[in-house]
């Protein structure tokens, strides 16, 4: 698989917004491009079946139309971390099969923009991650960091992490959050500073922009990806 894997320094820090406007950034310059959502818990029951607003998302933004099924295979109707939905659905959210139908969902060519849940090492099946199907998958790693307080920590432990599973962290984005955080430039430099990976995006704090409204910001960093990690 060509792509990358889109995760967050917690839940709610824009990793769709971030995830989706990548994947309108590169459909916009002509790529074949998709969003996987392999894992979302937080569903509401449609006539088509459970449906999740960030996977419609993804696959709104895509150039190249794949089945719901395909973006998200794993829909859980529960808005609480993956692997207690997956166990009260009665559903296994093992790493290497659900890799293998992600591998399998994108078409030769394609590029994929797959987003996480939560942060990056949300529990999925026993024993396992969300951490560990990027490691599976091979994938560069995007970090979104949502800019407030503790997220230092958070964006250092979360590239600690990423850096000990051998995957390249490919760039970061930092995301206001919070309109009235306190020094929130001076964090985004500390992390600038601190972080290997350069910074490929910073978003205004605009909750309910969409993916088309956030592609300008986004388009350098489409470019930085494409040169260095997806050529």
């Known amino acids: 698989m060509r792509g990358i894997f889109v995760t967050g320094t917690d839940t709610d820090v824009g990793k769709t917004r971030v995830a ?7 459909a916009a310059t002509g790529e074949a491009v998709c969003g996987l959502k392999p894992v979302a818990a937080g569903a509401e029951a449609t006539p088509a079946g459970l449906r999740n607003e960030d996977a419609e998302a993804l696959r709104a933004a895509a150039s190249v139309e794949l089945p719901y099924e395909q973006v998200n295979p ?9 692997h207690l939905a997956a166990a009260e659905a009665g559903v296994d959210l093992a790493t290497a099969p659900l890799a293998r139908r992600l591998e399998a969902a994108v078409p030769e060519g394609v590029t994929a923009v797959v987003e996480g849940a939560g942060g990056w090492l949300v529990p999925t099946a026993p024993g396992e991650t969300l951490a560990d199907l990027a ?3 091979g994938l560069p790693v995007v970090m979104v960091v ?3 307080l503790g997220c230092l920590n958070h964006a250092l432990l979360t590239a600690e992490s990423i850096a000990a599973r051998g995957l390249p962290l490919a ?3 930092a995301n206001h959050i919070e309109p009235d955080m306190t020094a929130a430039a001076a964090n985004r430099d500390t992390l600038a500073e601190r972080l290997s990976a350069p910074l490929l995006a ?19 960093a489409v470019s930085r990806l494409g040169r260095e990690v997806l050529a």
Do not use: K
């Not at 989706?20 to 590169?26: F, M, Y």
């Open 20 to 26: 989706a406007g990548l994947v309108a950034a590169w």
């Open 74 to 82: 794993v829909c859980l109707e529960p808005p609480m971390a993956p």
């Open 135 to 137: 490691e599976a998958l």
């Open 146 to 148: 949502g800019l407030r």
């Open 171 to 173: 760039g970061w984005v």
């Open 202 to 220: 910073e978003l205004t704090h605009v909750p309910d922009a969409t993916p088309a409204e956030v592609v300008e910001s986004l388009h350098g």
